[in-house]
C-alpha cells in the first residue's frame, strides 16, 4: 500500500505515523464514528475525486444521525481533502475521512466527547481484485441478516455498524468465497458487505430499493443513472433470494470494488460477466475516470497548487 507522508487531522497536517488517537477514545469502544470512502482518479485534467460532493454530504447526514457535529464546514473539508491529495503527490487514491468521538468521559453517553475529524488517502486497488472486475467473483449469502432499520441506522455509514458486514466478509471469506450477499431482516435480498447488487433478467435491470436496509449508495445511483441514460430499464424492488439462482448477471457496485460482476452465487454459475454489466462497467470506468463528457461534474478535479514564489 503506497500511503502518503501526510494525513489531515483537526485542521492540520501530521506525519502518517505520528497520526494518533489516546485508548479512551470513546470511538474505539463502541464504534461511534461516521466516515467514508471516496476514490479519487487519475485524469486527463489531473486527480479528480468522484462525487466528492455527495460523498461530503453523506459523511455530515451520517454524523447528524449519531448527533456529531463536525466542527468544520463542507468547504472546508473538500479544501481539506484536495490538499491531503496534492500534497501526497499521489495521481489516483482511496480517501477515508473518518469524524469519531475523541477521549473523554467514558460510558455509552457520547456527547460530551469532542468531535475529531481527520483525513487519509493512500493507493488501493479494487477492493475485489482486478482479476474480479474482469470476470466476476465468487459470493455466497451469508447466514448474517443485514442491519435493520428498527435497531440501526442503515443509511447512515457508521463505524460500529460495519461490525455486520465484518462478520458475514470473515464467514464468506473462511467458506472460500471473495464475497458475501447479505438479505434483509425480512429475507430479501440486499446487499454486500461493502457494495450494492444488481441482477439482470430478461434485459432488465433489478437492484433492491431504500426500503430494504440497503446504504444509498453513491455508486447505486450513478449506475441506475447511466444504465437508464444507455436505454436500459431498471426497477428498484423487493428481490426474493431465489431471484439470485435464475439472474442472467449479477454485478455488485461500490466505492472500494467499483463494478464487479459476480460469477457465482452459492455455487450456482451464473457465468462469465454478461453484456449488459459489461456494457454498464465500460461506460462506468470512463465516468470515474473522467472520459464521459456527459457525467464531467461527478469529477471533482483537485486544483494544482500555486507555484511557491
Ligand atoms: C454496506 C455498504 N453498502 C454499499 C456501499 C456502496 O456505497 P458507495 O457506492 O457509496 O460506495 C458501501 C460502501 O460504501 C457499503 O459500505
Redesign the pocket.
Known amino acids: 500500500m503506497k500511503q502518503a507522508d501526510l494525513i489531515w487531522m483537526n485542521g492540520e497536517f501530521v506525519a502518517w505515523e505520528d497520526a494518533k488517537v489516546h485508548v479512551l477514545t470513546h470511538a474505539l469502544h463502541y464504534g461511534t464514528g461516521v466516515f ?3 476514490r479519487a482518479y487519475e485524469t486527463a485534467r489531473g486527480p479528480a475525486i468522484f ?1 466528492h460532493q ?2 461530503i454530504e ?1 459523511l455530515f447526514r451520517s454524523a447528524g444521525m449519531y448527533f456529531m457535529e463536525i466542527p468544520f464546514t463542507r468547504e472546508e473539508i473538500r479544501a481539506a481533502t484536495h490538499e491531503t491529495i496534492q500534497r501526497s503527490g499521489l495521481k489516483s487514491c482511496y480517501i477515508r475521512p473518518l469524524v469519531f468521538r475523541g477521549a473523554g468521559p467514558m460510558g455509552l453517553y457520547p456527547l460530551d466527547c469532542p468531535v475529531d475529524v481527520m483525513i487519509a488517502v493512500w493507493e488501493w486497488g479494487a477492493y475485489l481484485g482486478e482479476e474480479g472486475k474482469v470476470n466476476g467473483v465468487r459470493a455466497a449469502v451469508s447466514s448474517w441478516r ?1 442491519i435493520s432499520s428498527d435497531a440501526l441506522i ?1 443509511t447512515a ?1 457508521a463505524g460500529g ?2 461490525l ?2 465484518i462478520l458475514a466478509k470473515i464467514e464468506a471469506d473462511k467458506a472460500g468465497y471473495e464475497e458475501a450477499i447479505l438479505l434483509d431482516s425480512r429475507g430479501y435480498v440486499c ?6 447488487l444488481f441482477l439482470v433478467r430478461d434485459g432488465v435491470i433489478h437492484t433492491p430499493p431504500l426500503t430494504a436496509s ?9 449506475a441506475i443513472t447511466l444504465a437508464r441514460d444507455m436505454g436500459y430499464e431498471v426497477v428498484e424492488r423487493d428481490i426474493a433470494r431465489a431471484e439470485l439462482a435464475l439472474a442472467d448477471e449479477v454485478f455488485l ?5 467499483e463494478l464487479t460482476p459476480m460469477r457465482s452465487i452459492d455455487d450456482i454459475e451464473i457465468g462469465p460477466p454478461g453484456e449488459i454489466t459489461r456494457a454498464v462497467q465500460q461506460v462506468f470506468e470512463d465516468a470515474l475516470h473522467g472520459r464521459a463528457e456527459q457525467y464531467a461534474d461527478w469529477n471533482d478535479v483537485v486544483p494544482v497548487p500555486a507555484p511557491t514564489p
Open positions: 467514508e470512502g471516496v462525487r455527495d460523498h453523506r443485514r442503515p455509514k455498524q460495519y455486520n458486514s446487499e454486500g458487505t461493502g457494495e450494492n440497503i446504504l444509498d449508495g453513491i455508486n447505486r445511483r450513478s457496485t461500490g466505492t472500494a470494488a
